[in-house]
DNA sequence: TGAACTGTATAATTTATAATTACAGTTAGA
DNA sequence: TCTAACTGTAATTATAAATTATACAGTTCA
């Protein structure tokens, strides 16, 4: 898996915790330890789902639009690395006339699905707001 | 994730519906789709598990050790790419002074050890027999 | 003894990921 | 209306990870 989830966790934790509400690409990006440009092409994906807005121009930068509980971590994931629990290079060969090669890829696809629908349904019950409180208030959480 | 997983599983299957019960490294590298030398590796982490033995030198190769219902693919995962489900790069920096930033790759790696708990609970009920089952005869199977 | 294997290390290559650069478009305020 | 401080986006470069390839010592059997 690559970071842009828990990157865009993140920011969204960030922006629920920041007392301002708001912060621009720069500050965002020293805190999570990136580049701004990145941050800036990773708010697109958070802007589409509607979790954030965005100020361009000078003073601008990046607000929550949703309720901090509002926003599950397995939609994040969804939205920025779906299918990221699956090896992208499958074993065997479509063609090939050993029943073991040509079809342990599909075999494969199925179980990668179904584990992965059981990872997501844990972080279906995990909030932004729930990364937080287990931040700024390590008490049992989710 | 690498391939490390599926191959694993790839070469424990195939070796599962070979007739004959056991096969050289040509023969597992070019069903998987790989090379010899990367299939002698990986046999040495399934041969630690018991799952498969080794006959070297002329007419030698690999052959299954343990039955196919025995050999749960939780298993092979956590012998193949333990931790792979998360991303090897955490956000934040732990000696900063926001706590967002020093604390949110611990609180990640909380959530990212139990969702891949609940990945590993799904495949812990799926062996090397339901996967071989699954392609040679294919009805609804775990 | 020699051919057919495995075991293992290391180098080379390819691919994936992230960082960097660049610049057009937007906005607020002097 | 001009300028400085931003975002949006694409293209390029650098770095890291995964995979393939090469090499050779050790094993086994005929």
Known sequence: MNSEFPAAVHLLVY????TSGSANSEEL?????????RVRKMMRCLREQGWVGTREGI???Y???AEPAAIRLADIYRASCCGGLR???????????????SGISGAMD???GEAESRYLDYLD???VQDVLHRIV???PLP
Chains 1, 2 share one sequence.
């Open 110 to 112: 199925h179980y990668f």
């Open 87 to 101: 090896p992208k290079k499958p074993t065997g060969s479509p063609g090939s006339t050993c029943p073991v090669s």
């Open 15 to 18: 922006l629920a915790h920041s």
């Open 29 to 37: 990006a020293e805190n999570v330890g990136t580049h701004p440009a």
């Open 137 to 139: 208030d390590p008490r």
């Open 59 to 61: 003073g601008g930068g």
């Open 63 to 65: 607000f929550l639009r």
């Open 125 to 127: 019950g995990v909030t």
